[in-house]
């Protein structure tokens, strides 16, 4: 804007003095107009500015890694701004704690309702709330610009990445059917109770729909089974900014988020209840998963929290809290492991490691006494994993 007030005043004062020493009649006729033009430019500017307004809106939720746009809308009642409208907005990542500030120069068209699709950055999971900082609005000759503030927003979730992982069973192996868990390797029956009745609700399973009270009462009718209580597999997260004292990479903060949501997901296709548990502020957080349900609310409750300052902070809060005692299976899953605190659970626990790794992918099994299954970060997302436990 500077570069066009520079502009104006120099034709502005080529025009006096052409008019101050060349006596030509037109000059002075000219002057006013120079002058008057850049007064309604302005007006009309501060007019129009009053009834601007903006808004944003969009999908509220894609999986990490998939394109998605917000959609700026833009109106005005009564007089359109002769010249451009610059937006800043600043998209924070409350996981990550990130911040980033763009500026949008808005181009206006016909008509009093404009749509701009903005690309959010979504190569990294976590809650993403997007604000108006600010608006700019310029007259036609670039002379004069009014700030006017804004406080709108909108908030959307980016989940972690879904891979494609299939959990293979070792010792206590625990799946769960309607009702109850049972252990793999013992015989038994069914011992659950039928504690209520309700309206069948999409994602529940076809074999607690109670047929004949659904044919009775013409709308299907499921049975509610005694909830179980025996849980004994976790699956520790502990997505972190450094490991080891080590500064951690975006890459490998985010692989450990896609590692520990697949996990979860591919245990509940194959009914195997569990917990995932991850720190929020001084204690660890253990959410229960055994349906559909459980486990989105257990995404919105994963991406609700800032991740922590070392990765070691979880497994040492697993151990101070003496949680070992609950249960009998531990799946930590890592950017990298302190040996020490491992190989000390191991002889409380079953443990297994799963780390996002950037080398090689494989299973090891370490003098410690626990496996670590290893996952390339460049293969999490484009080929299938089988993880044994």
Not at 331 to 343: C, D, L, M, P, W
Request: aromatic share 10%; hydrophobic share 40%; proline share 4%.
């Amino acid at each position: 804007m500077k570069k066009y007030r520079i502009t104006y005043l120099a034709v502005l004062t080529a025009v006096f003095f052409c008019g101050l020493w060349g006596g030509n009649r037109l000059v002075p006729g000219l002057l006013a107009l120079l002058v008057i033009v850049p007064v309604c430019s302005g007006i009309s500017l501060y007019l129009s500015v009053g009834k601007l307004s903006l808004s944003l809106d969009g999908r509220h939720s894609c999986p990490s890694g998939q394109p998605m746009e917000i959609t700026l809308k833009l109106k005005y009642s009564f007089l359109r701004p002769a010249g451009n409208v610059q937006v800043g907005l600043t998209c924070e990542n409350l996981v990550f704690g990130t911040v980033k500030h763009q500026s949008y120069l808005l181009q206006l068209g016909r008509g009093r309702h404009h749509e701009y699709g903005i690309s959010l950055d979504t190569s990294v999971c976590g809650r993403i709330v997007v604000r108006i900082r600010e608006m700019a609005c310029y007259d036609l000759l670039g002379l004069f610009s009014y700030h006017k503030p804004m406080e709108e927003e909108f908030a959307c979730m980016v989940y972690p990445y879904e891979a494609r992982m299939y959990v293979s069973l070792g010792k206590n192996r625990e799946r769960e059917q309607p009702g109850d868990i049972y252990d793999g390797k013992k015989s038994g029956t069914d011992v659950s109770e039928v504690f209520g009745l309700r309206e069948y609700r999409e994602g529940d399973p076809l074999q607690s729909i109670h047929w004949k009270l659904s044919g009775k009462w013409r709308q299907l009718i499921v049975r509610e089974f005694g909830r179980p209580v025996n849980y004994h597999t976790l699956l520790l997260l502990s997505p972190a900014l450094s490991y080891g004292g080590q500064k951690a990479e975006e890459s490998v903060i985010t692989s450990v988020f896609d590692l520990g949501v697949s996990l979860s997901h591919a245990l509940l296709n194959q009914n195997i209840a569990h917990f995932v548990g991850y720190l929020t502020g001084c204690q660890l957080c253990c959410i229960p998963v055994d349906s559909t349900h459980s486990y989105e609310d257990m995404l919105l409750n994963l991406m609700g929290q800032p991740i922590r300052r070392s990765g070691d902070e979880a497994l040492i809060s697993f151990v101070n809290q003496q949680l070992y005692r609950q249960y009998t299976k531990v799946v930590y899953v890592t950017g990298a492991v302190n040996e020490a605190v491992a190989q000390n659970l191991s002889v409380l626990v079953d443990l297994t490691v799963l780390q996002a790794s950037q080398g090689q992918s494989g299973y090891l099994m370490d003098g410690g006494g626990y496996g670590t299954v290893r996952v390339s970060i460049e293969k999490i997302r484009s080929m299938e994993h089988i993880i044994p436990l």
